[in-house]
């Protein structure tokens, strides 16, 4: 599909400040879009400087398992959430894959690092293998069935994944407070927003700006993957809405240290996340 064809009416981009090392991507929707030049609505709060006339902004398009992003120039804003841009050239292929950002509920545990911890925590989470969270049984489905045809091999796969997932939900489920999960940091459900470069959290624990802390993560891959990496606190907000349960705060943090394959799971895990959220979007969106 050219590149063109996916910027239309109603379509989800991702906008961003050209340097976005901390500054995570807004999601927004495209209202209008007359030629290069375009409308666009945000979704999510805007994090960076503060937008205006002439400021110019990197605007991508998540793409099956590719990412694709262009200049663009702000022509309009207006507050709190409407954009009119205009697009600089053609969208391209990118390997800022870390540039896409999706929410969900994961089970996420973090901890405090101390500097005297630091280096030998930092060479455990660069030399750790892949760590599943639970062995994919689609190969033993398959001895029972010696040269099984191609589409009941996909069924059968697809099959243990929801089974391995239920069995995982109802782990979490069972989970009491008289579990280690449930210690201020432990690993349970929390609301997370996460890229390939850092993530922002719901927290009971509280930690400083500028802090390092060890942060695992259970991705809802197939099968699941738990990773572990090093981050730098960037933020920290207390949350008075009570909407995030017992978690009292939002931890915003840069990956410090991560192994490049545990890097590939979670920007896998944002791909696949961003396609079902489409996919429930198209949905919501189909006529009856």
Known sequence: MAAARLLFEGAEVYISELETAECPASAARIETMEGPKATVVLLTPWQGT???PGQLVLVGLAAESSFLQTKAKIKEFHPPARIRLKLLGPLKPTDRREFLRVSDYISLGYSMLSPQDYPIARLKVLKRK??????????????????MPEEIDYLAKKMDAIDAKLDYILSLLNTTKADASYAKGGKRLRWVN????????SGDLKVKKGTLVEVEIDLPLEPPVEVKVICRVLGVNEDKTGKLGEDKYLISARFEVVHE??????????????????????RHNRPD
């Open 50 to 52: 503060e937008l205006s």
């Open 130 to 147: 892949r760590m599943l969270i639970r062995r994919d049984i689609g190969s033993a489905t398959r001895e029972f069935i010696p040269n």
């Open 194 to 201: 996460l890229s390939g470069s850092g993530l922002r959290f």
């Open 261 to 282: 394959r545990e890097r590939d799971d979670i920007i896998k895990y944002t791909f696949k996340r961003q396609r079902e959220l489409l996919r429930e979007q198209r």
